[in-house]
């Protein structure tokens, strides 16, 4: 077993690890609606069945990432991460080979359940790093995911063109590499004084979502995460219908966008995050970055023009700095021996409103699809994004006033 000698060393490997991860989810991102598609009739049956993989996946995530994130309490971050590669590995690679719909499903079930990489490299993190560095590192991981994201659909798109299925082998061919990456380099985070036995009990996904509540200083940021995830999901999901509706944008326009996204992603959290938080505290700029997501929903709704799509997206800096910052301070309320599991009850809650947002999104944005192109109400999905980011902006401002009047209060009983 190979054990942490050198922390700064060590934010490279799960740095470059985490990056391999992105780019091979992000190169299936172009082509599986279409690979769905070979074995529907219609667009009706594609859509149905595109959302039922998504949904299998989404499923599967959520009861497992709690469960995985408490085995690596356990037996350690490596073990975990090397299974969570080989799960993709798996499950790109039978998609080669799949020839019928229920064997897509049943590979992202089982693909889901054996996934907890971004928790997991979350709470990796965590391990090695003192809690006041724990927001600029996580955003640096998350501006590794942003990197993967902009490279993997570039390079899906690319494949895709030649064949639906050679994005998947590549992506298969990528977690493999990171495999062997991980097995051979990748070192240890989590030494035996720190583990802690596992529990079936602590780690069902009702259990540890209530253990992420209970945690001192975390308490309503469960509701705040749920919120702000929900609203991120549902965009993800009808993003593209939605430019198609209004805009008319194509596979093109909607590929420069996410493009941008990820760029953004990588922009703040790689290079401003560490100078923001010489600025304002971790609590002050999830606050501020929610109050900028909200407003960029509201005008992602609104926009007349496509142009105005991309100067939101440039605009909303902010709003990439709201998951670093929570997870800093989830991860800084929970004790060492429990960060596999708090931040895998984190990631299971994401996972749970990745299945949700389908369900809801899908159809606000049928209810205005009849509309004219250009009418502001074909923005409704994205109006009902602003309202739970307000919520979740409500809820953090709560939270942290009550937190601070506490602390003000034990001070003047000492």
């Not at 959520?62 to 299974?83: E, I, Q």
């Not at 080989?86 to 359940?113: E, I, K, Q, Y």
């Not at 079936?200 to 509701?223: C, E, M």
């Amino acid at each position: 077993m190979l054990f942490l000698k050198d922390r700064t060393a060590a934010m490279p490997f799960i740095m470059l690890a985490s990056l391999l991860d992105m780019m091979s989810i992000g190169l299936i991102i172009p082509v599986l609606p279409a690979l769905v598609g070979e074995f529907t009739g219609s667009q009706a049956d594609q859509a149905f069945w595109y959302g039922a993989v998504t949904f299998a996946f989404g499923l599967a995530n959520f009861f497992s990432s709690p469960v995985l994130g408490a085995l690596s309490d356990a037996h350690g971050r490596r073990l975990v991460l090397l299974l969570g590669f080989c799960g993709m590995a798996f499950s790109f690679l039978a998609t080669v080979l799949a020839t019928a719909m229920w064997v897509l499903v049943a590979v992202r079930v089982v693909s889901g359940a054996m996934q907890a990489n971004l928790s997991v490299a979350n709470a990796y993190v965590a391990d090695i790093t003192p809690p006041e560095m724990r927001a600029r590192r996580f955003g640096m991981l998350g501006a590794m995911f942003g990197l993967g994201f902009i490279l993997g659909p570039v390079m899906g798109g690319l494949l895709g063109a030649i064949d639906l299925r050679l994005p998947f082998l590549a992506a298969g061919c990528l977690a493999l590499l990171n495999l062997l990456y991980g097995y051979f380099v990748l070192p240890e985070s989590l030494p035996a004084s720190r583990r802690r036995a596992f529990q079936w009990r602590a780690a069902n996904p009702v259990s540890a979502l209530r253990g992420l509540a209970q945690l001192k200083g975390v308490g309503p940021l469960v509701a705040v995460i749920a919120c702000a995830g929900l609203a991120q999901f549902v965009l993800y999901t009808t993003w593209v219908l939605y430019t198609t509706f209004k805009f008319g944008w194509g596979p093109l326009e909607n590929g420069w966008s996410l493009a941008a996204v990820g760029v953004v992603s990588v922009i703040v959290q790689g290079l401003l995050l560490g100078r923001l938080l010489r600025w304002f505290s971790p609590r002050r700029l999830a606050v501020l970055g929610l109050v900028s997501s909200t407003l960029a929903y509201l005008l992602w709704g609104a926009a007349t023009e496509g142009w105005m799509m991309f100067a939101v997206i440039f605009v909303n800096l902010l709003g990439a700095t709201v998951a670093a910052s929570i997870q800093s301070i989830i991860s800084g309320a929970a004790d060492a021996r429990n960060q596999g599991q708090a931040l895998g009850a984190v990631g299971g809650l994401n996972s749970l409103m990745a299945v949700i947002a389908p369900v809801l999104g899908a159809p606000i944005l049928a209810m205005v699809s009849h509309l004219p192109p250009g009418d502001w109400r074909i923005g409704a999905p994205f109006y009902f994004c602003a309202a739970l980011q307000a919520a979740a902006l409500v809820l953090a401002v709560l939270h942290f006033r009550r937190e601070r009047l506490a602390i003000l209060a034990a001070k003047h009983s000492a």
